[in-house]
């Protein structure tokens, strides 16, 4: 299974981005759709995660910034990130849970930074 990331870039402190995450329907259906991040030195960590029934679920330090939504239509999953700071500076990771089945996409590289 092959979760297609993209959005990543360069962003100064207080801007924003959107990343995506595709994923074969079968699994978008179905699957809980999270992001989460790695920064150097530090575990992975959970960004935001949406049920297909449309519950969140959003780290501390995402809340009140990023938002996270589901395009049916396109099995894609979104994050929409504001007021970025330079902590979030990270690869940011889609993940797909159906079950006991876990699947990556390949790590985007988000940089806060002025």
């Known amino acids: 299974v092959q979760l297609q990331a993209s959005g990543g870039g360069l962003v100064q402190p207080g801007g924003s981005l959107r990343l995506s995450c595709a994923a074969p329907g079968s699994i978008f259906s179905i699957a809980v759709m999270a992001w989460y991040r790695q920064a150097p030195g530090k575990q992975r960590e959970l960004v935001a995660a949406?049920?297909?029934?449309?519950?969140?679920n959003y780290a501390d330090s995402a809340k009140g910034r990023f938002t996270i939504s589901r395009d049916n239509a396109k099995n894609t999953v979104y994050p929409q990130m504001n007021s970025l700071k330079p902590e979030d500076t990270a690869v940011y990771y889609c993940?797909?849970?159906?079950?006991?089945?876990?699947?990556w996409g390949q790590g985007t590289q988000v940089t806060v930074s002025s």
């Open positions: 949406q049920t297909r029934g449309g519950i969140t």
């Open positions: 993940n797909a849970a159906l079950g006991a089945s876990v699947y």
